[in-house]
């Protein structure tokens, strides 16, 4: 009991630095740090990934954490392949992920590929259903996501070092180094991670026959520092640098006979951040530079290509707590994307210069919580307006009722506009309306502990952006698509003692159709959105007692079509998933050690037409923070 | 909480069960009879989706007859189904991105050989048991044995892309999809060498059809890589040409062919950008001075066309309307004076049409 208490002070007080929070596993919830959503958001539906089930995911990607921990569907294009996110229907491009209230989807294509995002580097990580475009700007249509790392303290002269080693299936191999240094009012912080893995996993092709994959192989290596300065007290600046490369041969699909194919993705974010509080305003700036630098070739089809895009993103805000129960927040974003159009010297490029006002109110002993948000944005030449309110009542101790409504916008990414060749300068903004609402049911019951949360959401988009073509894909705005749908996110935790047993079932339901279409016998209309699924759901079933911890995760992911008309589709699959993790002293340091098991029953499954998924997997990690004084 | 309420809850959960969408599609698996007249509908499928279909259209019972490789063989095709070929007893079919010509059955469909060739377009019947095959992103023409079903040799091109073929006595005339290129060369098929390389009018020569006078046809341009569209008539026996036609920059013409008694002279014009202009199915008589002007049959926006082909019997003009590649395709067939007679739903992609009369 002594060690145990002694370990846990230890870890608790790494909790700002370092992703090992506690040694009595007990998941922390915690609120998302960004100052837009947190205050001015009440009727949103927010998940923020609870600090033990980060910590299981450690030695993997956002793509892994979210496919079998949230139910949005990710579109995976295999095994440490391109993934993108799909939120209650919305494509890739409509879905946003920001780093620190930064967005950092790719300038040119609009999306983020999550399998490039390594848990290792998000303190928190948190999912926004549903639009919010007047606080996140026009792009947000489907939802976001939303990786922080977590502010730096200054009260005492520390300094703290972990490595963490995994290796897995497939020769899956990887290494991680971070540390931190306070001293004064000083800072310093890295994060380092590579990985290597051959993805040489068998799989079975369509007449029967057992292969190999090939040309899988995967290398890469990221990097990220932080350094923070405490310019005075609830006053302080910091600059973070994230560099990182992803070297990846995309293995041949079920039709392709070989494949040399080969990319590069590089991705550099550097950010600075400013934040002054006292007891009734708070300012904050922000300024970030994101190169992203995408190589693809292809030497059977004699293709190289190589793809720059840059952005800046600026945002300066000012919070003010106007009464007891209200607050008000102003914020200037201005967002600057450009590229360089290959074997051309033109350089396209996109600004967005908006001013954004969110007011939220209280009423009735803060039971009731009203935000009234607004957001002009100027995109090039052209000025939109975003308005949205949200609501939350807490109609009884345990029943909190919520509701959101947003006008969404979504201006075409400068690929869609200017890509050579089927880029289409004429295309139109996305635009619709956005409403969504939901209650969340907490109970406690003697040792049981109930959480309900349930969400029906209604989204209409006009001027949907589709990609259509033969030799020469080109998008047009082809059709206007209704989302509808339901959410679930149910938990029972029992707890007694050391022992702790949960059970957590969330599903999602999602029907988003065609409802009209400018193209002549669209056979589409009435039809579900490629690649969404209508059912879609995850199980997570396990335990903690003392230092250990079990859970076992099952997923369901069902009926895909691939096709706009419903006549291609994929079956439904399942995955079993363990996840065991251990913490425990090594000459006193604390340790943790982490053991994964993927697609435990070895399903056969493709996520992605004719990419195959690998069978049963596992890859297995230590922690060991060998300095902390 | 009371019986009625209890009940009430069951029932609204009942609802919402009963009120939620089916997410299990429908399939059905039926193959064709047999008939005299067959229309091949080659549907290339989505580039990367692995999903081409070999539709048969039988005329005379106005029948259309979906993935009857898949229904035949229980497997897919594979990805980019480009062209097919009737030879001896087999079906040689394309599959271009699948780096394959599959050998199919002429009676049950039944595959009998999947032959590995890189990047295949397009299959030129020789005799009973030699055939060319051109490759995309290659100098390379393969030579096989539909007999055998072996691959018995390659002849090396001057550039790359070998694309469409046409046989006259013992010369092919091969044109080579390259940007880079503005000539059709003449191989002796009885030797395989090269004997002769002809100049036409523009850049990237892709297709090539011989007229009723025996005159070559070449459609040449790559309009997205930025080469003009032109089309060259040439005398086989001298090389000489004998007239071209410019088409307006914006033009992508594609996928010609000819009428029954080749003298009118089918095409497609593309516009992939949702517009009307240089959009449909354009003909011209082979003496024409000039090209026409508007769409025999117009594209509607929105709108292109992906297939092309005459019917020999009935000179009826087969239109395949690819939907954008991202839904099943339609067919439909006019009277050669645009009278539109059927429409009917094909694969994704609709490509080419093979007819096996």
């Known amino acids: 009991m002594i060690a145990l208490s002694s370990f846990t002070d230890v870890t608790n007080a790494q909790q700002i630095q370092d992703t090992l929070h506690e040694v009595k596993v007990i998941g922390k919830q915690d609120k998302t740090n960004d100052i837009r959503i947190n205050g001015f958001a009440p009727g949103q539906k927010i998940k923020t990934i609870d600090s033990t089930t980060l910590q299981q995911y450690r030695l993997q990607n956002i793509a892994s954490l979210l496919s079998q921990q949230v139910p949005v569907f990710v579109k995976s294009y295999g095994f440490n392949g391109l993934a993108t996110l799909n939120f209650r229907g919305a494509s890739a491009a409509q879905s946003q992920v920001l780093w620190n209230g930064v967005p950092i989807q790719n300038a040119a294509l609009g999306i983020a590929d999550v399998s490039t995002l390594p848990v290792l580097f998000a303190d928190k990580v948190s999912v926004i259903y549903g639009s919010s475009g007047a606080l996140l700007g026009s792009g947000n249509v489907g939802g976001a996501l939303l990786i922080e790392n977590t502010l730096p303290v200054f009260d005492t002269a520390r300094t703290t070092c972990a490595v963490t080693a995994a290796m897995g299936s497939f020769g899956q191999y990887l290494g991680g180094l971070n540390g931190s240094i306070t001293r004064h009012r000083w800072y310093f912080s890295a994060n380092l991670f590579a990985q290597t893995a051959q993805n040489d996993f068998k799989y079975t092709d369509e007449t029967g026959k057992e292969k190999t994959l090939q040309n899988s192989h995967l290398k890469s290596g990221a990097i990220l520092a932080r350094a923070a300065y405490k310019i005075a007290e609830r006053n302080i600046i910091s600059l973070s640098a994230w560099y990182q490369q992803y070297n990846r041969q995309i293995p041949p699909a079920l039709f392709e006979q070989a494949s040399v194919k080969q990319q590069v993705d590089g991705s550099l974010r550097l950010l600075l951040d400013w934040k002054k509080e006292n007891d009734k305003s708070t300012w904050y700036a922000k300024g970030a530079f994101t190169r992203d630098y995408l190589h693809y070739s292809d030497s059977a089809a004699s293709i190289i290509s190589d793809n720059v895009s840059y952005q800046y993103y600026q945002e300066v805000g000012w919070k003010r707590l106007i009464s007891q129960h209200s607050n008000l927040l102003i914020f200037a974003p201005v967002q600057l994307s450009w590229i360089d159009i290959e074997d051309s010297n033109k350089i396209k490029q996109q600004s967005r210069v908006a001013l954004a006002a969110a007011y939220d109110i209280s009423f009735f002993q803060s039971r009731l919580n009203i935000a009234v948000n607004a957001r002009g944005e100027v995109i090039d030449q052209q000025s939109i307006f975003l308005p949205g309110v949200d609501a939350s009542y807490k109609l009884t101790r345990w029943l909190n009722l919520r509701a959101n409504v947003q006008r969404t916008y979504r201006v075409p990414t400068l690929n869609e506009l200017y890509y050579v060749p089927g880029g289409n300068p004429s295309l139109k903004p996305e635009q619709g309306w956005n409403e969504d609402a939901g209650y969340i049911a907490k109970i406690k019951w003697g040792n049981f502990s109930v959480y309900h949360d349930l969400s029906v959401y209604n989204r209409l988009i006009n001027n949907w952006v589709i990609w259509l073509g033969g030799a020469i894909w080109t998008p047009h705005n082809i059709a206007a698509v209704n989302s509808r749908g339901v959410e679930t996110e149910n938990n029972i935790v029992w707890e007694r003692g050391n022992w702790k047993i949960h059970l957590g079932i969330n599903t999602s339901y999602v029907v988003a159709t065609t409802q009209s279409s400018y193209q002549p016998n669209d056979n589409s209309v009435g039809k579900q959105i490629p690649y969404t699924p209508l059912y879609n759901g995850q199980l997570n079933f396990g335990f903690s007692y003392k230092r250990l911890y079990i859970n076992y995760n099952h997923t369901y992911t069902g009926y895909r079509y691939i096709t706009s008309d419903e006549s291609e589709y994929l079956t439904p699959y399942q995955t079993g998933n363990m996840q065991v993790m251990y913490n425990s002293f090594l000459l006193r340091h604390a340790i943790q050690v982490i053991g994964q098991c993927n697609n435990l029953w070895n399903q056969t499954y493709q996520v992605v037409a004719y990419r195959p998924m690998p069978g049963i997997n596992a890859l297995i990690g230590i922690k060991y923070n060998f300095l902390d004084k | ?357």
């Open chain 2, 1 to 357: 909480m009371g019986g009625k309420n209890f009940k009430a809850v069951i029932l609204l959960l009942f609802i919402c069960i009963a009120s939620c969408k089916k997410d299990k599609p429908v399939t059905n698996n039926i193959l064709p009879g047999h008939s005299a007249t067959n229309v091949y509908v080659v549907c290339e499928g989505n580039y990367g989706n692995g999903d081409a279909t070999l539709y048969l259209y039988q005329p005379a019972k106005d029948s259309v007859y979906g993935d009857i490789y898949q229904k035949a063989n229980g497997a897919t095709l594979g990805d980019v189904f480009q062209s097919m070929q009737h030879i001896g007893h087999y079906y040689f079919l394309c599959i271009n991105n699948s780096d394959k010509v599959v050998a199919i059955n002429d009676t049950n469909w039944l595959s009998v050989a999947s032959l590995s060739i890189p990047q295949p377009r397009y299959i030129l019947p020789i005799s009973s048991n030699k055939a060319y095959v051109s490759t995309l992103y290659s100098k390379k023409i393969y030579i096989i044995n539909p007999e055998a079903l072996t691959v018995t040799g390659n002849i090396t091109m001057p550039s790359l892309n070998a694309e469409s073929m046409c046989l006259q006595f013992n010369n092919a005339f091969i044109c080579s999809w390259d940007t880079a290129d503005n000539k059709i060369y003449q191989v002796d098929v009885t030797s395989d060498a090269l004997i002769r390389t002809i100049p036409v009018a523009g850049y990237a020569p892709q297709e090539v059809l011989i007229d009723e006078e025996q005159m070559l046809w070449v459609l040449a341009g790559d309009q997205p890589q930025g080469r003009i569209a032109t089309f060259t008539r040439i005398d086989p026996s001298t090389g000489e040409m004998l007239a071209s036609y410019t088409f307006p920059a914006a033009a992508d013409p594609l996928k010609p062919a000819f009428n029954n008694t080749k003298d009118t002279l089918y095409y497609i014009e593309d516009n992939n950008y949702g517009g009307t202009d240089n959009n449909g199915i354009y003909r011209m008589n082979i003496h024409d001075a000039a090209l026409p002007a508007i769409p025999f049959i117009p594209a509607v926006a929105n709108q292109y066309f992906w297939a092309l082909g005459i019917d020999p019997a009935t000179g009826n003009i087969y239109v395949g309307d690819p939907k954008g590649f991202v839904q099943r395709g339609s067919v439909s067939i006019y009277k050669a004076d645009a009278t539109k007679l059927t429409t009917f739903n094909v694969g994704l992609g609709p490509g080419h049409f093979y007819f096996d009369y």
